[in-house]
């Protein structure tokens, strides 16, 4: 059974940087697409970030420029460096894995989720 553990989040304040930190249980996940999405109270879930097993990248537009994505599959694990926070960054942030086909990215496995708060 494929199990993803999110690490690294907590409460920080605006302006602040945060890396959260996602372990596979199985290196198979290295050919598949990884990904972050994120869900804040009273929202939809949304998807900030993918990487392709080549290292290929695509952020949310409300992220560009101040996260990023990455993965080491030789750790089998995946990265969110987020910068430049802001209080509306405050949700759950979720690590997946999935496949990409022509209309998008369909997430397959999921972690358990993550708190993240950005506050003064």
């Known amino acids: 059974q494929v199990q993803l553990v999110e690490s690294g989040g907590g409460l920080v304040q605006p302006g602040g940087s945060l890396r959260l930190s996602c372990a596979a249980s199985?290196?198979?996940?290295?050919?598949?697409?990884m990904g972050w999405h994120r869900q804040a109270p009273g929202k939809q879930r949304e998807l900030v970030a993918t990487v392709t097993s080549g290292g290929s990248t695509n952020y949310a537009d409300s992220v560009k420029g101040r996260f990023t994505i990455s993965r080491d599959n030789a750790k089998n694990t995946v990265y969110l460096q987020m910068g430049s926070l802001k209080p509306e960054d405050t949700a759950v942030y979720y690590c997946?894995?999935?496949?990409?086909?022509?209309?998008?990215?369909?997430?397959?496995?999921w972690g358990q989720g993550i708190q993240v708060t950005v506050s003064s």
């Open positions: 997946n894995g999935g496949l990409h086909s022509g209309s998008g990215y369909y997430p397959i496995y």
């Open positions: 199985t290196s198979a996940l290295s050919f598949y697409v």
